[in-house]
C-alpha cells in the first residue's frame, strides 16, 4: 500500500506531511518553503500558479489570484460569512446557477467552484509530496475547522476527489494538533486548542477520554488572524516614526516593504 | 587333475564370492550417490538462494548508500542555502550602507578598504555559486521575481520590471530568495497619467553599487 499523506488545507497557507519511520515529516515545496501560500493565480497568458508563484505575483493580477478559498468552502451564497468575505476579496465572487453555492469567475468568463480551486491546491501538494518520496500518492487525510459542518466537510472531501486523492478521513483541526502533541497517551482530561493562523483565529474545547476526542466547543473569530496583528506592528511603527521624526513612511513603498518584513519576522 | 579341479572350483566360488560381494556394494555405493546428489542438489539450492539473498541485500545496500548520500549533500546543502539567505540580509545592509555614503568620505583610504571587504563578500557569494538576479528591464517571471508594486505607467511595456526593491539572488540553478520588484501596469487608467520617469526608482538610493559585478 502507498503512503497516506496529512494535508493541512488553511485559509492562508497549506501543509503536507508523510510518515518517516513513524515520525511524521513535513514536506518543503518545490519552492524551498515548509508551508505552501493557499493561493491559486490563473496569468493573462494562460497559466496557472498555485502556492508560493501564485503569491508573488499577486498584485500583478488580483482580479485573477485567488486566496482565501476556505472561507466559501460549502457555503451557501446566502451564508452572511459568505456575504462578508466577498466584498474583501478582489476577485469576482457570484451565486453559482446550478446549486445554492458559490462560484469564483475570472476576467475571461471562466468560473470555478471553491472545491475546483482547493483541488488545485491540493494537487500542488500531491505534487510536491511525489517528488518527496519517489512514490505516487493517491490517499490523504485532510484537517478542517472543529466547526466545519457535513457540506463544508463534503466540500472538502470533493476537493479531495478532484486532486485525484481518496480522502481516507477528515479530521479536526484541533484534534489533529492534541493528536500531534501527544495528547491521546496522557490521562483523560479536558484541554483547550488555540490555533491562531495567517487570517483566521480558532479555539477549540476538547474532552479527553479512552484515546478519543470528542470536541465540547469551539469558536474563533474568522476574520483575526496573524496577518493582522503585522499590520498593527507596522501601523504602531509608522506612527511612532512620525512622531519621533516627522517623516510619513507611509508614501515609501521601499520603506513600506522592510516595515512589512520587519514585522512579519518580530 | 581333481586337485587342480577342486582348486579352480574353490577358485571361482571365491570369485563368485567376490562378485556377490561387489554387486552388495555396487547397490550401497548408488543408494550414496543418490543421497549425495540429493545433498548436492539441496546445497545448489541454497547456495543460489543465498547468492540470491546476497544479491538483493548488496543492492539494498548500493540503494541506502546512495539515498544516504543524496540526503546528506541535500541537508548539508540546505544548511548552507538557509546560512547563505541569512547572509543575504547582510549583504542588503552592506548594500545600503555603502549606497549612502556621505559624499565627503568617498576619498578616504579607509572607504577604499571597505569597497575591498565588499568585493571580497561578492567573492565568497560567488564561489558559494550565489549570483543575483537581474531584474529592471525583464518581463516580469513569479520564478524570480516577487511583485511588491504595481505601478501605472506607459513609458514601459505591460508586465515589465521597472524598479528593484531588493535584489534577489539565485543560488546556482535555484532561486535563494526573489528579487522584490516594482511592475509596469498599463491597464486602464494608465494612458492618461503624465510621463514620467519610472526607471528612477530602481536606480534610486538602494540600489548597490557594485564593483565585483556578480549580475
Known sequence: ?????????????SVVAVMEGGEPTVIASAEGGRTVPSVVAFTKTGERLVGQLAKRQSITNPAATVYSIKRFMGRRWDDPEVQRSKDLVPYTVDKDPKSDGIRVTLADGKSYTPPEISAMILQKLRTDAEAYTGEKISDAVITVPAYFDDTQRQATKDAGRIAGLDVKRIINEPTASALAYGLDKKKDEKVAVYDLGGGTFDISILELGDGVFEVKATNGDTHLGGDDFDQRVIEWLLAEFKKDQGIDLSKDPQAMQRLKEAAEKA | MNDEHRGRLRQRTRAEERTAGLEVQLSALTAEIETLRGQLDDARREAADNRAGWQRAAADFANYRRRAEQEREATLGLANEMLLAKLLAVVDDFDRALA?????????GWIEGLWLVERKLRALLDSEGVTSIEAVGKPFDPREHEAVIHEQTRTAPD???????????????RVLRPALVKVADNSEGAAGLPDKDTTEHGAGPSAPHDPGGIH
Open chain 2, 100 to 108: 549612502a555614503m556621505p559624499s565627503e568620505l568617498e576619498h578616504l
Open chain 2, 159 to 173: 508586465g515589465q520590471v521597472i524598479g528593484e526593491v531588493q535584489r534577489g539572488y539565485r543560488i546556482r540553478d
Open chain 1, 1 to 13: 500500500m502507498g503512503k497516506i499523506i496529512g494535508i493541512d488545507l488553511g485559509t492562508t497557507n
